[in-house]
């Protein structure tokens, strides 16, 4: 059963495993301890440190072990704005950083900061001009990730920290999707990651924090990992994710290469094999092991379940599959379309024979979705009523008013309108991406009783 979901959380690595199982027994003992219990637990941290420094690119006093990737994320936020409180309290993020440093933002908004977000282009990438001009007197840090977790598309980090250089302020860069592939170009400041993204275990974080850049604890501290990160260290899992971290580096270079010809194939086979696809994120500078597609005309969670039930394992940014019933942030930011939407990250394992199995399987659960929700047909007909029409798809969730829209077009001319009222939230970003799609013109959004009203115009 092909599981295509590395990019939430890659499988154990082999040498993790093994690691992790010889810390268990040399590895129990507390490291502070003097005693030789100690002094061998010890050994065991300090060379783990050495061993995830050397990949992070840093020294081994300015890494620090965290529980988890999103306490080294907010720590890291929260210790170095703390320690730049008198230069300001403005925070720079981009648009589709993960929800752990949106998070942050948000509690700093909360506490009376100001943070600015950069926005980026249809394929997720910020542009590097821009972030610089975000960039104030005030600003105590800014953030941004090395590739984006939803689509892949790499960030132009080289350029972003020379302009963050310049101004003299810190860069934060979360690498957590990055670090397995390779290093980080200079310029950062501070990086988080997490070993659980490139096959170490899960509870066990980086981040690594220059000497030179002002930071300040916050809460609570004790003797342990320099005072940032409290509590006994889960040793065995320090040992495993470092272990693990060297062992991806050294196969990175071979492996990407061949993932990246399996993710080109999927890339150029979905949109061939599939109608009415969106391919999205950079098809360049991007991750070697990912992609993302949305898919017109269908219900997210009902498409995930089917592809389970057909033994492959994906997941999505569409709201339909959310709790919310709100798209991904990260599809909201591009504009791009987010009914349907499929992320596909291969892990180390995966084979030439599972990507064309999934090619077969993905045309034939798409079509049966599609038939299910009543999808119109490609080709709408000739113009068969006024030149106005109003749908009310008010209280319908994605992808039906999008289905509604589609099947009304042609029964107006050339010229004319369709109206689409709808109180779903991502109809604000799936009527646009639709028009683009099938070429006709977004006129725009007004507000209407129980929701908004969308107006697109025919043109084809």
């Not at 590895?27 to 420094?53: I, M």
């Not at 948000?106 to 910020?126: F, I, L, M, P």
Request: glycine share 8%; aromatic share 4%.
């Amino acid at each position: 059963m092909p599981y295509f979901d590395a990019a939430s959380s890659a499988p154990l690595h082999p040498v993790a495993r093994q690691a992790l199982l010889a810390a268990l027994d040399e590895g129990w003992a507390d490291p502070a301890r003097l005693y030789r219990e100690g002094r061998r637990a010890r050994l065991l941290l300090d060379a783990a440190r050495e061993a995830a420094a050397e990949a992070v690119g840093c020294r081994p006093d300015e890494l620090t072990f965290t529980p988890s990737g999103t306490l080294a994320v907010h720590s890291g936020i929260s210790g170095a704005l703390a320690g730049r409180r008198r230069v300001g309290r403005h925070l720079v993020v981009s648009a589709v950083e993960h929800s752990s440093v949106l998070h942050a933002a948000s509690t700093h908004t909360a506490e009376g900061g100001e943070v600015t977000e950069v926005a980026v282009d249809r394929s997720g990438a910020v542009s590097a001009p821009e972030f610089a001009r975000a960039l104030r007197a005030d600003t105590a840090l800014a953030c941004l990730q090395s590739a984006n977790h939803e689509v892949g598309t790499e960030q132009p980090v080289a350029r972003v920290a020379e302009a963050c250089r310049a101004a003299g302020v810190p860069l934060l860069v979360d690498a957590a999707q990055s670090l397995g592939w390779g290093p980080v170009p200079e310029g950062w400041s501070l990086l988080t990651a997490s070993a659980h993204k490139w096959g170490g275990p899960s509870g066990v974080g980086l981040l690594a924090v220059r000497k030179g850049t002002r930071f300040a604890v916050r809460g609570p501290a004790d003797e342990r990992e320099s005072g940032r990160s409290a509590g006994f260290e889960n040793l065995p899992a320090v040992v495993a994710a470092a272990a693990s971290l060297r062992a991806v580096r050294a196969e990175a270079a071979a492996e990407a290469a061949r993932l990246r010809v399996l993710v080109d194939r999927l890339r150029a086979g979905v949109p061939e094999l599939v109608p009415d696809v969106e391919v999205v994120g950079d098809p360049v500078r991007r991750l070697p092991h990912l992609v993302t597609f949305s898919c017109l005309y269908v219900d997210g969670e009902t498409l995930l379940h089917e592809l389970d039930r057909a033994g492959f394992s994906v997941s999505s940014g569409s709201s339909c599959t959310s709790s919310t019933l709100t798209p991904s942030h990260v599809l909201k930011a591009m504009g791009v379309l987010s009914e349907g939407n499929v992320r596909v990250s291969l892990p180390r394992c995966t084979t030439d024979e599972d990507v064309d199995r999934f090619l077969d399987v993905l045309p034939r659960t798409v079509a049966e979705v599609r038939e299910r929700l009543g999808a119109p047909v490609p080709d709408p007909g000739e113009a068969a009523g006024g030149d106005r029409l109003v749908v009310d798809a008010r209280g319908k969730r994605c992808p039906v008013p999008v289905i509604e829209l589609a099947k009304v077009i042609g029964q107006v001319p050339r010229g004319g309108t369709v109206t689409v009222l709808s109180d779903d939230e991502a109809a604000r970003l799936d009527i646009p991406a639709w028009c683009a799609m099938r070429e006709q013109e977004y006129v725009g959004e007004e507000p209407a009783d129980r929701g908004s009203a969308y107006t697109v115009r025919r043109l084809t």
